[in-house]
């Protein structure tokens, strides 16, 4: 199975040689070889939690590890924690349960062989409902005697810690206080990640038996008003001790003050359920991203008022999940008391399995930007050259802008990545291809992404090829614009039609030897709505324009949209170009016109002017690219 899997993507390419001192010939077999290369990187990973159990192979090879490419995923729906309540009071887990158990391990089993997996690649492990088990003992014993596997029991410390570090593998950075919900308990700790290092509690983390499923039937326990508050009471005060337990450092508090509160990251199904229904109820209707991962809400959002319980028609609400919301609800309650101060919420899909392997991971591979990573396999051979021009074309902005973000090198680099990355489709659908690639196309798996980087991204490649849209596309656009607002959406619509003229210049993505520096220069700059191209050089407030640099931080039109021109300054270095040059110009100055801001002439935008000048290198002459400001 793994040989067809894979055979297509490596290609049918057998040869011989013959060149060894005994004289024999020898035969390689490439596609083989390839296959042995990308299995040897393939790890396997079952996760018995309390309301499921997940299989999983990822693909840890270089250079995308820092991503954990998934190559196969299942999840079984057998629910330890149910097994063992069934009958009211607690029992040992069911022999008929150990039987579907045993059956999904096999199974497998069975796919592993079939990917070329080998024993010391495959690792079993077990949470709460295992540990808790009175016949957990008997139960691992079971599953060794079948499988050959052996069960890693996590005592609650290292299923908090992996839980932690599987929530910092799904962002670039994390500073907050981190929480796993599981079906049997909850874990909490601080967590600090950045530039590859990931640090938490000395003391690890804390976890209560406040699963969604254990919760569920302590709610049902406590009859009554007063009986569920005196619950939800000791959870607020449960939550108060472990965060002071767990030592959070003085740099972590002071600039959760600084931002208004401390940021919250969650992982684990019942978390993640709660996500979906909170973006069931998002301001941008139907929301577009159907990921979890990156998904984020303020403070005033995430405990809303349901006015009646979801149903499992909710999208990734199955009916065991609907039937847990109240206890979800319950404990984020309590949460929320013990902790008043919150300001973002984050949901991530990183758990158990994606801490496992990213502590695997070197510090140096961790620092690596998730988004940079999942795009670097399609990036053209002169990206940092044309990463320097497509930076070349973004006048000076301030950090304090709400667009800075997306004019850093990590996401200028993944634009350029995509760059023809769709140019092998028909014209028609490149547009609709790029605008679907960063929810369910090339980087929909891609693991780390927020949704505000996946949205823009979308915008850029969207417009990179033009934005010619049929009705559900255009929709789906103007969705993805509602989710990011009208400031980043025109900037992302901008920067499109810069990479737009890039990609026509260099479609192959590849820049030759000798032009590396000698196809064209790009400059620019703010100067005043009076001025023109044709006097920009001479105008006395030219300098004061560059040394103070407006700072954009709205999300809706105002006065800078009209205060401020973009200056673009376009110089042709090699012969061939002129026409290209000029349509490029044009397209620009367009996306500059009232009419293309983005909400119209009301919404967001800048008048945009394009000088395009002759500057014809010859033999001897100094090289030129992204041009320096003076």
């Excluded at 793994?2 to 490596?10: K, M, T, Y």
């Excluded at 990573?373 to 802008?401: M, W």
């Excluded at 990590?410 to 690639?437: E, G, Q, V, W, Y």
Aim: aromatic residues 8%.
């Amino acid at each position: 199975m793994a040989e067809q899997l894979l055979r297509g993507a490596i290609g049918e390419v057998t040869y011989q040689a013959r060149g060894s001192s005994s004289g024999r010939a020898y035969d390689f077999d490439l596609t083989n070889m390839a296959l042995a290369n990308a299995c040897a990187y393939f790890h396997a990973l079952v996760d018995i939690g309390s309301n499921g159990i997940r299989f999983s192979i990822s693909d840890m090879s270089p250079p995308t590890a820092r991503v954990m490419p998934t190559v196969y995923m299942d999840r079984s729906d057998i629910s330890l924690y149910d097994a063992q309540y069934s009958e009211g009071g607690k029992v040992p887990i069911p022999q008929p349960v150990i039987h579907d158990v045993l059956s999904a391990l096999l199974r497998f089993k069975r796919t592993c062989e079939d990917f070329g997996l080998e024993r010391d690649r495959i690792r079993v492990v077990a949470t709460e409902a295992t540990r808790e088990a009175v016949n957990s003992e008997d139960f691992r014993q079971q599953i060794q005697s079948r499988t050959g596997w052996r069960v890693e029991l996590l005592p609650k410390e290292e299923e908090g810690r992996l839980g932690a570090m599987g929530i910092a593998s799904s962002f670039s950075s994390v500073k907050g206080l981190a929480l796993d919900l599981g079906g049997g308990s909850v874990q909490i700790s601080w967590l600090y990640s950045k530039s590859g290092q990931v640090e938490m509690s000395r003391k690890g983390s804390v976890s209560f038996p406040y699963g969604a499923a254990a919760l569920t039937k302590l709610m049902e326990g406590a009859l009554g008003t007063h009986e569920q508050g005196k619950l939800q009471n000791q959870l607020a005060k449960n939550f108060e001790q472990a965060i002071e337990y767990l030592e959070m450092p003085a740099t972590l508090v002071k600039e959760a003050v600084e931002e208004e509160g401390f940021t919250l990251y969650l992982s684990g199904g019942g978390f993640r359920g709660w996500g979906y229904i909170l973006m069931s109820l998002h301001n941008t209707q139907p929301y577009p991203i159907p990921i979890i991962n990156g998904f984020r809400v303020p403070r005033s959002a995430f405990l809303p008022d349901l006015q009646s319980p979801p149903d499992s028609s909710l999208f990734r609400i199955s009916s065991r999940r609907a039937s847990q919301v109240p206890a979800v609800k319950f404990l984020i309650t309590a949460l929320t008391q013990s902790i008043p101060s919150i300001s973002n919420i984050y949901f991530a899909q990183g758990g158990v399995r994606e801490g496992l392997l990213f502590s695997t991971l070197p510090s140096r591979i961790r620092a690596q930007d998730p988004l940079v990573i999942a795009t670097l396999n399609y990036g053209p051979g002169s990206t940092q050259d044309l990463v320097a021009l497509l930076r070349a074309s973004i006048p000076p902005f301030t950090s304090k802008s709400t667009t800075v973000h997306f004019f850093s090198s990590n996401f200028l680099t993944s634009i350029i990545h995509l760059l023809t990355a769709h140019a092998h489709l028909p014209k028609d659908i490149r547009a609709a291809a790029s605008l679907r690639a960063t929810t369910t196309g090339l980087l929909a798996a891609a693991h780390g992404i927020s949704h505000s980087d996946r949205a823009v991204l979308a915008l850029v490649l969207c417009e990179r090829w033009g934005a010619e849209l049929s009705l559900v596309d255009t929709q789906f656009h103007s969705l993805l614009q509602s989710l990011v607002g009208q400031e980043v959406s025109w900037w992302a619509k901008y920067l499109g039609r810069v990479a737009r003229g890039l990609g026509h210049l260099f479609p192959t993505g590849l820049m030759r030897e000798g032009e590396r520096k000698g196809s064209i220069a790009i400059g620019a700059e703010w100067i005043p709505p009076s001025s023109s191209h044709h006097n920009k050089k001479e105008n006395n407030k030219k300098e004061n324009n560059k040394k103070n640099p407006p700072n954009i931080t709205t999300t809706t039109a105002t006065d800078n949209n009209h205060s401020k021109v973009i200056f673009i300054d376009i110089v042709q270095l090699r012969e061939g170009i002129d026409t290209a040059l000029r349509d490029w110009a044009e397209q620009l100055e367009k996306v500059g016109k009232k009419k293309n801001w983005v909400g119209g002439e009301g919404g967001f935008g800048f008048k945009v002017q394009v000088q395009v000048e002759q500057k014809i290198l010859r033999a001897g002459d100094p090289s030129a690219g992204g041009r320096e400001r003076e």
